[in-house]
């Protein structure tokens, strides 16, 4: 697996790049919706192959409680039990535990926790998570870490830091047991909103050697300029020819201002999310179809988009679908909204390869209202 940059732009830090593996290209800058517990909430295969979609984000942590590493493992792996044959990347989960556990206590070794569906105690420890994620047999790997809430104190998030990157060296150990050169291995910088403590775990990390760089601890209720400095200060020290992943973040200003900055991959619950609950994303701005005004508003729900849904819908007749509580609503606003972030990052590479990429971005969120 290998990552290459064909392109940079010349006004801005934007890069064109290219993720060379056994099943397939990826183009990046990309948007992989998130699918959680293998699957992108009422959308098929299909649905995103038609969407544009270049690859998944699925979650080891949820797979390894239901239905179990097994029972994927005997199917022949994620790829082919939930019929995804692109790009797959598994988060470790390391989030989930400390988001959605009733209990954990978090050791050098590892973390204790109970499972969140039914209270059964677990130990994983960074060998094992790696582990988990080759029975899985996802094509990019991402270390156990632990993800600090916000606001944290300096001293906790130092500490917090400190494990994370005694878990990183594990996990790159465990992983050049199995000698597998199709699959990639990240390292996730954490360190909160400290710059100091970022710098030091990008030069770790470094030392370590990973493939690529994924940018944890971002959307845990920080204000957004603060989110956006963190990610400038990053750019300017982040080696240039490794993919950089930012994760979590998914509106569409945040994306155009992370790739001027230079960041190639991303991954958000954003665009299902929302569909699920009506909100569609427009050219315009996002429009909640469930209102009263779009009773009788016939024009499609982006009339600049030529997904299927706006090819063939109006906006009154998925109002009705929300109000009816028909599940067709929010299949098809989740298919519009994942096809219409997969476009606008299609037309970013675009912008990108034409060296005009400040000027699409400024044109963009001229018309955009967020």
Not at 29 to 53: E, R, W, Y
Not at 310 to 329: D, Q, W
Request: with cysteine; charged share 25%; hydrophobic share 40%.
């Amino acid at each position: 697996m290998k990552f290459e940059i064909i392109k940079e732009d010349k006004k801005t830090k934007a890069r064109l790049g290219v993720i060379k593996t056994q099943r397939g290209l990826v183009f990046t800058p990309a948007f992989f919706p998130v699918a959680t517990q293998a699957t992108v909430k009422t959308l098929s295969p299909l649905d995103l192959l038609n969407s544009g979609v270049q690859g998944l984000l699925c979650n080891a942590y949820h797979l390894f409680l239901r239905p179990g590493i097994k029972i994927i493992k005997e199917a022949g792996g994620l790829h082919k039990f939930m019929d995804w044959h692109r790009l797959i990347i598994t988060d470790s989960g390391g989030y989930q535990i400390f988001s959605l556990s009733p209990f954990k206590e978090i050791q050098d070794l590892g973390v204790k926790f109970q499972s969140h569906l039914d209270g059964t105690t677990h130990f994983l420890t960074p060998e094992k998570i790696i582990q988990i994620q080759i029975d899985l047999d996802s094509d990019i790997l991402l270390p156990l870490d632990e993800c600090c809430s916000f606001p944290i104190t300096k001293e906790y998030a130092n500490l917090a830091l400190e494990r994370t990157l005694r878990w990183a060296e594990a996990s790159k150990e465990e992983f050049l047991k199995y000698g597998l050169k199709d699959k990639a291995l990240m390292g996730i910088v954490q360190g909160s909103f400290f710059q100091d403590l970022r710098k030091k775990a990008v030069d770790y990390l470094e030392e370590i050697g990973f493939w690529g760089l994924a940018i944890g601890g971002l959307s845990v209720g920080e204000p957004q300029d603060l989110r956006y400095n963190i990610l400038r200060f990053l750019s300017e020290i982040l080696p240039k020819k490794k993919l950089r992943y930012v994760m979590g973040i998914g509106k569409p200003a945040e994306l155009l201002d992370a790739i001027e900055l230079g960041y190639d991959l991303f991954d958000c619950i954003i665009p299902t999310r929302f569909g699920r609950t009506g909100t569609c994303f427009t050219h315009k701005g996002k429009l909640v179809l469930r209102n009263a005004e779009f009773k009788r508003d016939t024009l499609p729900p982006d009339p600049e988009c030529d997904c299927y849904v706006c090819r063939n819908f109006t906006r009154s007749y998925i109002r009705h679908l929300f109000n009816s509580s028909e599940i067709l609503g929010m299949r098809l606003l989740s298919y519009h909204n994942v096809y219409f972030f997969n476009e606008l990052l299609r037309k970013a590479r675009q912008a990108i390869k034409e060296n005009n990429f400040i000027n699409f971005k400024k044109e963009f969120l001229k018309n955009y209202a967020d």
